[in-house]
């Protein structure tokens, strides 16, 4: 048992002192030994905290998604080296060599193993051990979290599938579990926010909030077509939070008005965000940079143009949003209230109400530029570029494209041919090869 507790202590300090690449040095999370170390509100509160090690992994909540994804749309063009970055940028991922899809896959899976393991050792716990109190709560951040670990993965897969308990993760990242269908990730995804909202404990800026599962549920109502579920869903934040007054603040490590979930990194727990957009001058290697098409966008005056640096030069054009290139403190945005005034002036566009144009204008003033007029008639131009120039290099993009009917039209904007099977990418061959109950039948098409 000792060497079973040792074990998952080492996993759960990953979160105080390791790299975000730790992480996958587990290769079986459901063996953690969750259910011999969770004793007491302390020790199961620290599992909880476990979870938010495989959220800072590069490959979640880190540079690869970013940017990737702003690849794949049209916010980001590819100014480094990685081949597998290309293929992004081009929109033709290869499902048996580009080693970015196969990581990205398998660190969700990993961070999904790990809920499911806390998950599984609260359910089995014998009254008393933990207090009603920390167990639901626990359960409820643990459940969340899985929640946005498979709306990422059905977004940017389609059906996958869905693991339940402790089953093993060698080999198969997935647990040689078979793919699910798109509509019964997302069931079980609504389950999980169903179960989590009004049960989290609110522990902060870094923890999954009940705000924060509001967001996500609006999210994938939204995703799913569901609009007056989504808004319902929003409308508790309404006037709950303020903008910044100046939109560079949002990118300072730390609370604001505006923040509703960051994820936290620090000198002893760093990520590489800056590390990929910065020059080697300065100490990074500028894999990506903003899309000359992205800096055109922007209207005379907006604020927001001063996150990119040297925007009308192509070869020196930086995102500064993350800036920390030494250390890697930087805290990036998973929902902030920008975002959320977005979501509600389309909902309630979609529905023809004519106070839409307050909450678009809302972040337009911020940005200090002009009023427009948002109806059922232009949100889909209007909020996708008012969501491009406000959530630019925050990883919105491309679900944003998806979700509102343009990626044809952002695709062949590169200069690249469109196709339907783009929607989705490869499931890796990697996972093909290992996963006893997937063959090649179930990849996606086109791959």
Known sequence: ??????????????????CEDSLLDLSNPGQLGTADFIVDDTTADQAVVGIYSAFQ????????????????????????????????????ISATGNTNNTNIWGSFYAGIFRANSVISALDALVEGEVSDAVKSASIAEARALRAYFYFFLVQAYGGVPIPEGLVTQEGSAAGNVARSSESAVYAYIQAD????????????????SNDAARVLKAKVHMAMGEYAAAQTALE????????????ADLFVPGANTE???????????????????YPSAEGGRRETAPSASLVESFEAGDARLGLIRDPEDETARILTKYSDVSTGTDQPN????????????????????????????????????????????????LIGQERLLELYGEGQRWFDVKRLGLAQEVIESKGISYNDNRLLWPIPQTEINANESITQADQNPGY
């Open 193 to 208: 926010i169903d179960a989590a909202l009004g049960n989290l404990a609110d522990n902060g800026l870094y923890r999954f």
């Open 334 to 381: 998973i929902y902030r209230y920008a975002d959320v005034l977005l979501m509600y002036a389309e909902l309630l566009a979609r529905s023809n109400d004519p106070t839409a144009s307050t909450y678009i204008n809302e972040v337009r003033s911020r940005a200090n530029v002009g009023d427009v007029a948002l109806t059922s008639g232009n949100f889909v131009d």
């Open 57 to 92: 992994n590069t490959n979640i909540g880190g540079a690869v998604p970013i940017q990737v994804s702003g690849l794949y749309a049209d916010e980001l063009t590819h100014t480094g080296s990685f081949p597998t970055y290309t293929e992004y940028n081009v929109n033709n």
């Open 1 to 18: 048992m000792k060497k079973i507790i040792y074990s998952l202590t080492l996993s759960l300090l990953v979160f105080a002192t390791g």
């Open 236 to 247: 508790p934040l309404i006037g709950s939070y303020t903008l910044v007054d100046d939109y």
């Open 259 to 277: 923040a509703i979930f960051k994820l936290n990194y620090s000198t002893d727990d760093s990520n590489a965000l800056a590390f990929y957009f």
